[in-house]
């Protein structure tokens, strides 16, 4: 197989792991003919910072001499598998990208001869794109469970941003889903050095002056998990080691592993976990704003930010032109962006009604049942629009 095979069978085989890259709705680049865009191998992505770009993502190797009971790359299972020496990944993406065909790269892989080994194969790719094709783009490296302080040290310097894959909340999970993973020494001690580095080095050593972010993927469901648990680590990484995000995956069943007859999890369990997951970061709520069941899961069938406001706001709406910043972005309908434009809109002129609100951007009709102007409720102002 050349290179090219070798990188569309890694990447179409990508497609089967939750990346923790945002994606956004655009087509493929039209230099890819129908069938190359069928496999799919470079996508349309957005970046933290908005910036889109087209990302290639792809394995170095789908090897893998692990069982993990969920994933299809598991030793022993019959399927095409390929790897990639770090020159000839390096030589073909910096073509790629010389070419505009993709302008960034997640690298990720199936581990074979240790942790510590595979990451020397990756960060051996990241060196070479970064020092011999002088790669200056988006590169997000991957942290192999086992892999070395030293090596991750290495790949902070190198990379935009760093993952590792918990897949689990706890070490009673994980034994669930991926026997021979080690939650606290293999997975969680990585993240932790990520962040002791942050604190201790100084940026500048980095290879953008910039340290790169931190995010980790959980299989939702998997283990039986309950969405209180993956909220509980989620909320401990974003406060213990800045965490940039959580990444939920929706557990469902692969053909020829041992969980291929448990039932898929519904995906909008992946899409409440997202919701509350930015509440608890960006919103201050903490774990026991959000309203959880007797089960400890969030409904499905409710916007956890609404819930709460039915239980709190209903009966105590905020006044919209004397509310501080944090009282503003626990009303549905305001954002982060849009308390600020409050904020600013009320500097000139007081707030009188919803059509103000909607002017700035506001979601108002779902902000009204929970708000006040001057003593007013808004909710009878509906019918104004
Ligand atoms: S170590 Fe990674 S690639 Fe290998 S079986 Fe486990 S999840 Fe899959």
Redesign the pocket.
Same mark, same amino acid.
């Given at each position: 197989m050349d290179s090219l095979g070798t990188l569309k069978l890694l990447s179409s085989q990508m497609t089967f792991e939750a990346d923790g890259e945002p994606r956004v709705n655009s087509p493929a680049p039209a230099c890819f003919s129908p069938k190359e865009q069928d496999q799919a191998f470079v996508h349309p992505a957005q970046l933290p910072n908005g910036q889109k770009i087209l990302l290639l993502k792809t394995l170095l190797s789908s090897a =893998?001499? &692990?069982?993990?009971f969920? =994933?299809?790359? &598991? !030793?022993g299972r019959d399927f095409r598998r390929a790897t990639f020496k770090p020159d000839e990944f390096a030589g073909l993406f910096s073509k790629m990208n010389r070419g505009g065909m993709a302008e960034g790269v997640f690298l990720s892989s199936?581990?074979a001869g240790g942790g510590v080994r595979t990451q020397d194969k990756l960060l051996d790719t990241a060196e070479i794109l970064r020092k011999k094709h002088h790669f200056r783009g988006y590169l997000h490296l991957k942290i192999m469970?086992g892999a070395e302080k030293d090596q991750v040290y290495r790949a902070m310097q190198l990379a935009d941003r760093v993952s590792v894959?918990l897949?689990a909340p706890n070490t009673e999970r994980l034994a669930k889903l !991926?026997p021979h993973?080690v939650f606290m020494e293999e997975l969680l001690r990585p993240l932790k050095w990520v962040e002791e580095i942050r604190r201790t080095v100084p940026a500048y050593k980095f290879w953008n002056r910039r340290w790169p972010s931190t995010v980790t993927q959980f299989v939702a469901g998997g283990s039986d998990e309950s969405d209180l648990e993956l909220l509980t680590i989620t909320n401990w990484l974003n406060k213990n080691v800045r965490l940039k995000r959580a990444y939920f995956s929706a557990f469902h069943p692969i053909r020829d592993t041992p969980l291929e007859n448990k039932p898929a999890v519904h995906p909008m369990r992946e899409h409440r976990l997202y919701q509350a997951s930015f509440l608890l970061r960006d919103y201050g709520f903490d774990l026991e704003d959000l309203p959880f069941t007797t089960d400890s899961n969030l409904p499905l069938n409710a916007d956890p930010k609404q819930a709460w406001a039915q239980m709190y706001l209903v009966n105590s709406p905020v006044e919209i032109n004397k509310a501080e910043k944090q009282e503003l972005i626990r009303i549905p309908g305001i954002g982060l962006k849009g308390a600020n434009a409050i904020m600013n809109a009320r500097r000139s002129n007081k707030l009188r009604d919803l059509s103000a609100l909607k002017k700035i951007g506001i979601i108002a009709e779902r902000a009204a049942p929970y708000v006040l102007f001057d003593g007013k409720k808004a909710a009878m102002q509906l019918a104004l629009f």
């Open positions: =893998c001499e &692990r069982d993990c969920y =994933c299809p790359f &598991r !030793a199936g581990l469970p894959n897949e !991926a993973k």
